[in-house]
């Protein structure tokens, strides 16, 4: 069974920059899909932040595009989420995405 493991979110001030981590037990090959979603408290569902097609496709959310930078590294079986100008709009739950795994989620907290 795939485990993801996720690091580097935090507390951060407005205007501030994070970089999230993922490492895939088993593995990330340059074709396999991967991602970050969020989900905002008291938000119904989760939102598909950023995210890497089999084809190599980098696509952003509207509220990412500009600001934040995914990317992968299959020599480390990881993927990552440069965040920078950082809003409190941007606090929620993130979450990573290897092929059909979810990690468990790590909290950004961004204050104003």
């Known amino acids: 069974q795939e485990h993801l493991v996720e690091s580097g979110g935090g507390l951060v001030q407005a205007g501030g920059s994070l970089r999230l981590s993922c490492v895939s037990s088993?593995?990330?090959?340059?074709?396999?899909?991967v991602g970050w979603a969020r989900h905002i408290q008291g938000k119904q569902q989760r939102q598909l932040v950023a995210?890497?097609?089999?084809?190599?496709?980098?696509n952003y959310a509207d509220f990412a595009r500009g600001r934040f930078t995914i990317s992968k590294d299959t020599a480390n079986s990881a993927v990552y989420l440069q965040m920078n100008d950082l809003t409190s709009n941007d606090t929620a739950m993130y979450y990573c995405?290897?092929?059909?795994?979810w990690g468990q989620g790590i909290q950004v907290t961004v204050s104003s």
């Open positions: 995405m290897v092929r059909n795994s």
């Open positions: 088993a593995g990330i090959n340059t074709y396999d899909f």
């Open positions: 995210h890497i097609t089999t084809h190599g496709a980098v």
